[in-house]
């Protein structure tokens, strides 16, 4: 078993093999009051370097001595800026201690010049998990599960920036997840979205299971 614990926003960590992954770091905000200082983690994936998903970052991942694991755009940012990273890119696959790292499409700003942003489908010592970061929709979702299977997709509803829960539900019936986290909701006016009725929309079209997890909580994955 893993342990999922929902910071805010985007930001997430998975505690599995005794290692903690943490995705996105933004803290600005969480109900935890939770600081750089609090965080402790050995491995940060960061999706693409708009503010709200890599502000916390560099600090984090210095504090921890902890690898940054992005686009190769980021990786270089990380590394000049001090910390250690491994840059990679859309398609590209390597094989970590604790598991396999698929880089996957975002259509979403990257963020950063010449860069792009992306997903991630990881393999967390058998705790499978595909994080799509910010994105629209698109058909391409349903080859993931085809190239890397994974039990958890852990996806925007927010619309405006995002694929809004509509979009995010087609998603789901190309995913083809166990089960489906939201995330990247309810942080800002312009997307503000009820989860429920996500959950309801998907539940009753596709076989995946929605799990609403709230800022500050954790639950066993």
Same mark, same amino acid.
């Given at each position: 078993m893993a342990q999922f614990h929902y910071i805010n926003h985007a930001c997430f960590t998975i505690t599995s093999g005794g290692k903690t992954f943490l995705f996105d770091p933004f803290l600005d905000g969480n109900p935890e009051g939770l600081k750089p200082a609090d965080i402790k983690c050995d491995y940060i994936f960061?999706? /693409? $370097? /708009?503010?709200? /998903?890599?502000?916390?970052? %560099?600090? *984090?991942?210095?504090? &921890? &001595? $902890? =690898?940054? *694991?992005? @686009?190769?755009?980021?990786? &270089?940012? +990380? +590394?000049e800026n001090g910390c250690e990273a491994h840059g990679m890119h859309l398609g590209g696959t390597f094989m970590f201690p604790f598991g396999k790292v698929r880089i996957a499409l975002a259509y979403h700003g990257s963020g950063i010049a010449g860069g792009h942003a992306c997903g991630f489908v990881v393999d967390l010592y058998g705790t499978k998990v595909y994080f799509a970061g910010d994105t629209a929709l698109y #058909?391409?979702? $349903? =080859? =993931?599960?085809?190239?890397?299977?994974?039990? %958890? $997709?852990? *996806?925007? *509803? #927010? #619309? &405006? %920036? @995002?694929?809004?829960?509509?979009d995010a539900a087609i998603a789901c019936e190309f995913l083809k997840a166990k089960y489906v986290i939201p995330i990247h909701y309810n942080t800002w006016h312009p997307i503000a979205q009820d989860p429920e009725a996500f959950k309801a929309d998907v539940e009753a079209n596709t076989a995946s299971k929605v799990i609403i997890v709230k800022p500050s909580e954790t639950i066993e994955i």
């Open positions: 960061v999706s /693409h $370097a /708009h503010w709200d /998903h890599i502000a916390d970052a %560099y600090e *984090i991942a210095k504090a &921890n &001595n $902890a =690898l940054i *694991i992005s @686009t190769a755009e980021i990786a &270089n940012q +990380a +590394a #058909g391409d979702m $349903a =080859l =993931l599960q085809r190239q890397d299977a994974f039990d %958890y $997709a852990i *996806i925007p *509803i #927010g #619309g &405006n %920036y @995002t694929m809004d829960p509509k």
